[in-house]
């Protein structure tokens, strides 16, 4: 990521977001169209990922998810009320303000990636309990495919008892599945 963005590259990118995405809320439209409007506002502004964590930090959504389309942060203290990020950016517009926009594939969007900046405020272990999650998620993953298993093949020998050959047809196909799927998955 730059160290720094240009007037320039900030004002760029804010038309194209707004020409190619719908804020959930139209105050948040309002406060791009300020910030795009007031140069030595937009000076100041700072396109980051997770503004939970900034002192002075707005979040606008545009995707169709549920959720709060917009979240202002500010010490302590945060509100889904647009008008207060709105005035604080009006009367404390020399203050760094960081800005996240979430929106459809912003991870792969370049224009995204010539104006995002490091998040200065994320905790130190930020990066390693994500990481840590996708491992678990992972090894969750894991481990529910191999109970799948073990209970298609419990099943299965059930259905050869019974001599049910329906079932035993139907669970050998789910069986037969459930391995080309492990092994896309490299388990086998």
């Not at 990118?13 to 439209?29: A, D, I, M």
């Not at 792969?108 to 990636?113: R, V, W, Y």
């Not at 799948?148 to 099943?155: A, G, I, M, P």
Request: aromatic content about 12%.
């Amino acid at each position: 990521m730059k160290v720094s963005v240009s007037l320039a590259e900030k004002k760029q990118f804010l038309r194209w977001f707004l020409n190619n995405h719908f804020l959930k809320n139209w105050e948040g439209r309002w406060i791009l169209n300020y910030l795009l409007n007031e140069e030595h506002a937009l000076t100041n502004v700072k396109f980051i990922q997770h503004a939970e964590f900034c002192p002075r930090g707005l979040y606008l959504s545009s995707k169709s998810e549920n959720g709060s389309p917009l979240m202002f942060y500010k010490g302590k203290i945060s509100t889904i009320d647009g008008s207060k990020p709105f005035h604080d950016i009006r009367m404390n517009n020399f203050e760094t303000m960081y800005v996240e926009l979430d929106y459809e594939s912003n991870e792969q969007c370049s224009m995204l990636a010539l104006v995002e900046e490091e998040n200065p405020f994320l905790p130190e272990d930020f990066h390693s309990n994500e990481r840590e999650k996708n491992l678990a998620g992972e090894w969750l993953d894991h481990q529910l495919i191999l109970n799948q298993k073990e209970t298609l093949l419990s099943n299965i020998d059930k259905a050869l008892d019974t001599k049910d050959e329906v079932l035993f047809k139907q669970l050998s196909e789910q069986y037969t599945d459930l391995k080309n799927r492990m092994k896309k998955q490299g388990m086998e």
